[in-house]
């Protein structure tokens, strides 16, 4: 498995005279170059990848958009990009036979940073990809959702060096427990104990053990399905096991290949039995998740003239990328998306998120979910914080349009952060246009969430947020909501 962070994507070169690279991978590395994605393959991974690139199941599967566009460079094109001195010495420091340059995936996110529904879909993707791989000879090595980024809201797997050939008369899977690790145990604590996933995977990049969801059962639990086999039998098995005793992880033939392929097939549709139990249901209710249809100071009217606001002035710019904060149900998601954008779309309700996925999912419109609070965006991760890079480098600049339609009256108050610093970060994560509503402080929304504390805000009002937002941008469009304390404006950055 390899990852390349963010800061790797966006930035590409850390210092003057060092390539950003990933490291896990003992076959390649993958490293960024002037906005292109390349992976050195070393001899350990050569043979695996050229039975996959060969394979019937490798084409039909990069064809049909499941695995990442992939193409190995010639040997001028190797050259070429080898006279850049620091493509030669990581080529040369890992030993490379061949150079692949890959499609850019627009806008990674991570298992913390996902609703389940997609974690679930992932999970579904890598079991699928396991079994259609079986009839050309070849296994998936990895069972990790970290393998896996989407494109709008389809997962697409990433690491072409995952892939294996298979003995054919060996039964095994070895990624199993990894699997059950990182996408069963996640859903189910999820699922029965609404544990958050960012809580699962900022704290273990490597998911759930057996033990740890044993500690959030109860005694008759555990003996009840699905506890029983996933959670118990493995945690009473592991108290008796010999750490030194390395045979669970030796590939183990029966002789008979129909048998072997039997088994293992078996075992996947075992697996994808228990993902689908797991799965999470749509319908569920939130804090946020009845916002549009609650009380939250719009008419009708109201609400079409900003609806209007909107699709004018996208259909108008035509931003390629759109980030949507606090996106709640996707509406105004889903209108950039019918303008041609590609949307990310971020909340922080997980709940929110799911649907989200699920109506982009079902209209088949180029929206990513992603669960986030822009009050406080996911940290780096990883080796030295850069293996898994913050949602702000990864967001700095990628954007061509953020709307910010009836959130920055919870940061201001919620949350406690300056206007000022509100109008920055927008700065920061657009290149052109920002799409912003301004609620003023005596709306009846804004003083709920004062609680009584209206005079730390008193002065507050349309003129002071132009002159926040005229530090950075230029007010191209104003729009008050008759009737409301509710201005709509069209910024573009200075």
């Known amino acids: 498995m390899s990852t390349l962070s963010t800061e790797e994507h966006n930035t590409d070169i850390r210092s003057e005279d060092r390539l950003a690279n990933s490291f896990r991978d003992p076959a390649g590395c993958l490293f960024s170059l002037d906005g292109s994605i390349y992976r050195v393959v070393n001899p ?117 060096l995952s892939f294996e050939r298979r003995e054919a008369d060996d039964p095994t899977w070895l990624p199993y427990a990894q699997f059950v690790r990182t996408f069963v145990l996640p859903l189910l604590a999820h699922k029965k104990f609404g544990v958050p996933l960012d809580q699962i995977f900022l704290a273990r990049r490597d998911g759930l053990e057996p033990e740890d969801v044993y500690k959030m059962t109860g005694p008759l639990q555990r003996l009840l399905p699905p506890f029983l086999s996933l959670v118990s039998m493995p945690t009473w098995l592991a108290a008796k096991h010999n750490a030194d005793d390395q045979t669970i992880y030796e590939k183990k033939g029966t002789g008979n290949p129909e048998k072997s392929r039997y088994i293992l097939e078996s075992l996947l549709n075992g697996l994808r039995g228990t993902l689908d139990s797991l799965k999470p249901v749509s319908g569920q209710n939130s804090t946020w998740s009845d916002y549009m249809g609650a009380n939250n100071n719009y008419s009708q009217d109201h609400f079409a003239a900003k609806q209007k606001f909107v699709d004018e002035v996208t259909r108008e710019l035509k931003p390629r990328r759109v980030l949507d904060i606090g996106c709640n149900t996707d509406h105004f998601s889903a209108i950039a998306a019918r303008n041609g954008a590609g949307v990310v779309a971020a909340d922080y309700d997980p709940v929110v998120a799911g649907e989200v996925w699920r109506k982009a999912r079902a209209e088949k419109l180029n929206i990513q979910p992603m669960v986030i609070n822009l009050t406080r965006p996911t940290p ?103 009737g409301t304390s509710r201005w709509l404006y069209l910024l573009r950055k200075k």
């Open 44 to 160: 350990v991974g050569v043979a695996d990848l050229d039975a996959f690139m060969a394979s019937k199941a490798g084409h039909k599967l990069m064809n049909s958009g499941k695995i990442v566009g992939t193409r190995e460079l010639d040997p001028a094109q190797r050259d070429t990009l080898c006279r850049d001195a620091r493509v030669r010495h990581l080529f040369n420091a890992f030993g490379g036979q061949k150079i692949l340059q890959h499609e850019r995936v627009e806008f990674q996110t991570y298992p913390y940073e996902w609703p389940a529904e997609m974690l679930h879909a992932a999970g579904v993707l890598t079991l699928n990809l396991a079994a259609e791989l079986v009839e050309d000879g070849l296994g998936l090595k990895d069972g990790t959702p970290y393998n896996v980024l989407f494109r709008g809201p389809d997962p697409v797997f990433i690491d072409v």
């Open 380 to 482: 780096g991760t990883g080796w030295r914080n850069r293996e898994c890079g913050s949602f702000i480098d990864r967001g700095r600049g990628a954007f061509d349009c953020l709307l910010m339609l009836a959130v920055i009256h919870h940061m201001l108050v919620s949350e406690r952060v300056p206007l000022d610093e509100i109008v920055d970060q927008a700065a920061e994560l657009t290149r052109d246009a920002v799409i912003i509503e301004f609620v003023a402080p005596d709306d009846s929304m804004f003083r709920r969430l004062t609680r009584g504390r209206d005079h730390l805000h008193a002065g507050l009002n349309a003129s002071v947020f132009e002159a926040s937002a005229r530090r950075h941008f230029d007010v191209v469009r104003s729009q008050h909501l008759e």
